[in-house]
């Protein structure tokens, strides 16, 4: 079954540590990839999104992905990380423009400690 | 503000109700999805309409049913509500021709005591 799975439910840095988020995808068939992000008590926000364009996709805040079909993985990662990025960050997958497919992982959530 | 409207953000019912959450997409876009996300289950896709028809369903049990009206916005219905039908509910939605971006509301947080 295609699914997405994210290493790792909680992860906690210093400000001005690297942030890597990992998500791993299981699909014989290359997807389209997101990152989406959840600050507290509101939707899910887009990130960045790979459409089989540049294999390095850059996102909003700083944020960049890089797909890499060899160990089906989408990871995000930004150099320096700041308080404001403390949120909660789901990675999804999809196989289709209608979305019906797309799948979210469970979920990472990031704490920036000062 | 992803332009996407939910209401009501809380409600608090207790088991056996029924209640109905509402949705309205952003301008111009004709398909709506619903989302269950809890603890446990984490985010799970329930539903999807297109222009007033139902297009895919996912995890959506029985007792849950939606409709898009023709104004496109959406409501979906949960009865005979049980405990472990607390949870977030999001609606999203998706211009035309996009490449699989969706647009969240703040969701509906239902708490069934």
């Known amino acids: 079954a295609q699914s997405v799975t994210q290493l790792g439910s909680h992860v906690s840095v210093s400000e001005g540590a690297l942030v890597l988020l990992r998500c791993n995808y299981s699909?014989?068939?290359?997807?389209?990839l997101f990152w989406y992000v959840q600050y507290p008590n509101q939707g899910l926000q887009l990130l960045l999104k790979?459409?089989?364009?540049?294999?390095l996709v850059k996102g909003i805040n700083g944020f960049e992905a890089e797909f890499k079909k060899s160990e089906t993985s989408f990871h995000l990662t930004k150099p320096s990380a700041h308080m404001s990025d403390a949120a909660e960050y789901f990675c999804?997958?999809?196989?289709?423009?209608?979305?019906?497919?797309?799948?979210f992982g469970a979920g990472t959530r990031l704490t920036v400690k000062p | 503000d992803s332009g996407v409207t939910q209401t009501p953000k809380h409600l608090i019912t207790a088991t056996g109700q029924r209640v109905t959450l509402r949705c309205s997409p952003r301008?111009?876009?004709?398909?709506v999805y619903w989302y269950q996300q809890s603890l446990d289950q984490g985010l799970q896709f329930l539903i999807q309409y297109y222009n007033g028809e139902e297009r895919a369903k996912g995890n959506i049990l029985e007792r849950f049913s939606a409709q898009q009206f023709p104004d496109l916005h959406s409501e979906l219905n949960l009865s005979s509500l049980e405990l472990g039908d607390s949870a977030l509910y999001f609606c999203?939605?998706?211009?035309?021709?996009?490449?699989?971006?969706?647009?969240f509301g703040e969701g509906s947080r239902l708490t069934v005591l």
């Open positions: 999804a997958v999809s196989w289709s423009y209608n979305n019906n497919d797309m799948r």
């Open positions: 699909s014989s068939v290359p997807p389209y």
């Open positions: 790979y459409t089989s364009a540049a294999t």
């Open positions: 999203a939605s998706t211009p035309a021709g996009s490449t699989g971006e969706l647009f």
């Open positions: 301008s111009g876009d004709l398909s």
